[in-house]
């Protein structure tokens, strides 16, 4: 039985810890920094709370994290109570955090002074796929310690894939995200037109989807984007944090992404429509705004 700790119990970390309790039979040592969610985390599935995330990792041969960006990644590895501080020699690192591909370098390399090794396994599949344990998981880092860590990651996963070195897992997810930035923009385009063509749009949405225009957000998002509801899902603030980190990458890497910077524009113009914790299907709400207006 190996010796599991899990730092970070958010919409997405929560579930997947208790994945690897559930399926994986591991117990484990978890952190919150808010301490309310770790109290219950252990009352629902066993195992310790520990008080930071040194604490959390001394000992442990795989460290789990699923914080917000960067910054928290920074501190709860590298800060004065950081999980780097414990980490034992052989013990793997797996940050699901969506993160930068720099800090996974800047990570991987200090795992590697300790003697630990470091896999950058951003997911994708949002709270629904976190709950289900269904999560798309890409990972970049060492063949090894991908080999090591792969029967763990799979109890919260439906598809892992290790896609090249440390930073190849964040560079994959921001693929992921260029690809639905775009995709989202001209799904409520798509909506927001039929609305105004005064046709039918279930009958619409259920035509179409059996196309080329099918896609897991047009099946998924199609309804509520129509009753113009979006208080629930992937959050326009996280969706913001993930595109800066591509157009930043593209910025380094020299790729022109022209329909991604435009969406990123208009997902600050959602935000300040008061829709910050909305759902990245809402560009459909700032179409009917500017519609409405002209
Ligand atoms: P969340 O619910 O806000 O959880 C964030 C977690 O990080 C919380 O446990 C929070 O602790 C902890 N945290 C943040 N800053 C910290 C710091 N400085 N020190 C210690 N702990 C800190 O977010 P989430 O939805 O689970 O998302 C987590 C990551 O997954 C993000 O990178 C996000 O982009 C990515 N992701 C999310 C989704 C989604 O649908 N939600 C989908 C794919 C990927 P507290 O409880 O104390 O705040």
Redesign the pocket.
Known sequence: MAKVAWI??????YPMAGHIREKGGHDLVVY???TA?ADKWVAQYGGQKAASPHEAAEGADFVFC????D??LR??TLGPDGAFHALKQGAVFID????SADIARELDAAARARGAGFLDA??????SGAENGILTVMVGGAEGDFEKAHPLIACYARQVRLLGPAGAGQLTKMVNQICIAGLLEGLAEGIHFAAKAGLDIPAVMDTISKGAAQSWQMENRWETMMKGEFDF??AVD?MR??LAICLGEARRNGAHLPVTALVDQFYSEVQAMGGRRWDTSSLIARLERVAANT
């Open positions: 970070g119990l958010g919409i997405m970390g919150n920094r808010t969610k699923c914080v917000g960006n910054d928290d501190e709860v699901n955090t969506t993160a951003p997911v994708s599949g949002g709270q899902g992937f996280w944090k993930d």
